[in-house]
């Protein structure tokens, strides 16, 4: 067993999706990469009309990071898996019932999307281990050293720091940069990078996408809105689209703070908390769940611009006309290596399933009205109809349908001369 | 996909390129004071979101950086205390022989194996991924 190579990625994406057809479906992704690749999310559910939440979970931003797509492929296929075969899923001291696998399945759409930066892994994994950035060459002015983007400093939140943060808020260390030799640096634009479009992407075309996990390594944390500063729910106007705070965010214990309404942040906090007892469950290792603007372990701050999970979290709080989404980053591995043996890794794939699997409960709708009513007819028709009136007879494609056609056919043609007459007759008291 | 990536991008002669320096991952231990000057003086690799710190016992506390030796060589001219752990290059290349050759799913024709357990159907996965 080994780490997948880029290509095996998408392998396994088509292989899941030409497995299991009915559950599954491949989402090609339209920007390709700087080195030409074109990358693909799978999308796991029924989709039979109801309904549904939207989960999306991407990784492989970092391309140092060699395990999140590992991580998701083998979620994707452990969901498939346990769903087909009427199971439910057991990862060491945690487990899912068949009920809670079925729920999932046939009440969420999870689009897993494991390799956004294919370009960078492919490098880490024959070149440089090291390399962070994506494999953009357009800033680097032919030098080696400038070549890429932080993918996870490219979304558009507060993207130019120079202008939204205090200049004491620590640019360059976890800010973000302006400088294409720093492993920070941010692109020339928000979303000029292929793989944030493509993540973009999905969102636009999926806007029922309502939870949002992005796999990242390591720590053994799972952050949670906001990156930028310190959140607060008394003050709507201390946002991040207020200009009138440009240049003083990014301190702790001062006058400004993001505002997250308290509910959102009591959901944020609970989910969180759900992920990480799936984890701890598994075998015991502890995921500190914290506001991504804090370090976990020491108090400090560090603030980021252009993160993901701050991006899709305030792409309700920019326009409430879009869904709100719950944004996460998870940081795999609590040993301080983004290298662990593929033995060491295999461990960590468990835990962090059994936490997805945990998020993607968090994410089942409650049994709304319409919600009950179209399940009430989906099983109507699957459980009632079809078996009184099976497709198979009863359909175009069907021996009745055959039948009448062939009836139809041979009757017509007699028919047609009696009905001419008839008709002619009728018309002739007109005539 | 390599073959069509080889077959005349623009970024191919900068991929020839030379490949950056090895880096090390390090210890620097101090006050929390002094880790904050560090941190606000030299451009460091701090690792994925945030920088690593453990608090020791005596109150100062270790931050782990990855840097080239050059670099380590400053911090260390710098005054700050400094232990070069490992070349996590090295160990990347060793890493690299872990990743898989080839294709295992043969382009799709052939589907992952899930590592979790499926209770009842009587075995264990994990011949994929």
């Known amino acids: 067993m080994t780490f997948l190579n880029v290509v095996e990625i998408e392998s396994a994406l088509n292989g899941l999706a030409a497995t299991y057809p009915n559950i599954s479906q491949l989402i090609t992704l339209p920007n390709f990469t700087a080195e030409g690749r074109q990358s693909h999310a799978l999308l796991i559910g029924t989709r039979k009309g109801c309904p549904a939440a939207g989960v999306l979970i991407i990784s492989g931003a970092h391309a140092r990071e060699w395990g999140g797509p590992d991580i998701c492929i083998n979620f994707a296929t452990d969901l498939l898996e346990a769903y087909s075969g009427g199971t439910g899923l057991v990862y060491g001291g945690t487990s899912y019932t068949v009920a809670q696998i079925k729920s999932i399945i046939e009440r969420v759409d999870v689009i897993v999307f494991p390799d956004i930066n294919p370009d960078g892994r492919h490098y880490s994994q024959n070149t440089f281990a090291m390399w962070r950035k994506n494999r953009n060459t357009a800033s680097s002015g032919g030098q080696a050293s400038k070549i890429g983007v932080d993918p996870n400093r490219n979304y558009d939140f507060l993207w130019d720091f120079n202008t939204t943060f205090d200049p004491a808020a620590q640019a360059g260390l976890t800010l973000a940069s302006t400088d294409p030799s720093n492993d920070l640096f941010h692109g020339t634009a928000p979303f000029s990078e292929a793989e944030t479009k493509n993540v973009r992407w999905l969102f636009e075309q999926y806007p029922h996408i309502g939870w949002f996990m992005d796999i990242h390594s390591y720590g053994g944390d799972i952050l949670h809105a906001w990156g930028d500063d310190t959140n607060q729910a008394s003050d709507p106007d201390k946002n991040f689209t207020n200009p009138a705070w440009d240049g003083k965010r990014g301190l702790p214990s001062d006058a400004y703070g993001e505002y997250i309404g308290a509910c959102d942040l009591a959901t944020a906090a609970s989910a969180g908390n759900a992920v990480s007892a799936a984890i701890a469950g598994v075998r015991g290792e502890t995921y500190a769940v914290a506001q991504a603007f804090f370090l976990p372990s020491w108090g400090s701050t560090y603030p980021t611009s252009g993160a993901s999970d701050d991006w899709a979290t305030s792409r309700y709080f920019a326009n409430s006309a879009k869904k709100k989404v719950r944004a996460y980053c998870v940081e795999f591995n609590r040993v301080k290596t983004f290298f662990p043996s593929w033995a060491d890794m295999e461990p960590i794939i468990l835990d962090v399933d059994a936490g997805l699997i945990s998020f993607c409960l968090k994410a089942v709708p409650a049994l709304s009205l319409p919600t009950w009513l179209c399940h009430l007819g989906r099983w109507w028709n699957e459980a009632i109809w079809h078996r009184v009136f099976p497709p198979e007879l009863w359909g175009p494609y069907g021996p009745w349908e055959r039948i009448r056609r062939v009836v139809e056919s041979i009757l017509i043609p007699i028919i047609r001369p009696f009905m001419r007459n008839f008709r002619g007759r009728s018309r002739e008291p007109h005539d | ?129």
Do not use: W
């Not at chain 2, 020791?56 to 400053?74: C, S």
């Open chain 2, 1 to 129: 996909m390599d073959d069509q990536i080889e077959s005349g991008d623009s970024n191919q002669s900068q991929r020839n390129e030379a490949i950056p320096p090895d880096l090390y991952s390090a210890r620097v231990t101090g006050s929390r004071e002094t880790l904050a000057k560090l941190m606000q003086t030299f451009e460091l690799d701090v690792g994925c979101r945030h920088p690593e710190i453990e608090a020791n016992p005596d109150r100062t506390a270790t931050l782990l950086v990855y840097a080239t030796k050059e670099r380590i060589r400053e911090l260390q001219d710098a005054g700050y205390k400094v232990e070069t752990v490992e070349n996590v290059s090295e160990l990347g290349r060793q890493r690299q022989k872990e990743v898989g050759k080839g294709d295992r799913f043969e382009g799709g024709r052939v589907a992952p194996r899930g590592l979790g357990e499926k209770p009842g159907q009587g075995r264990k996965g994990g011949s994929g991924s």
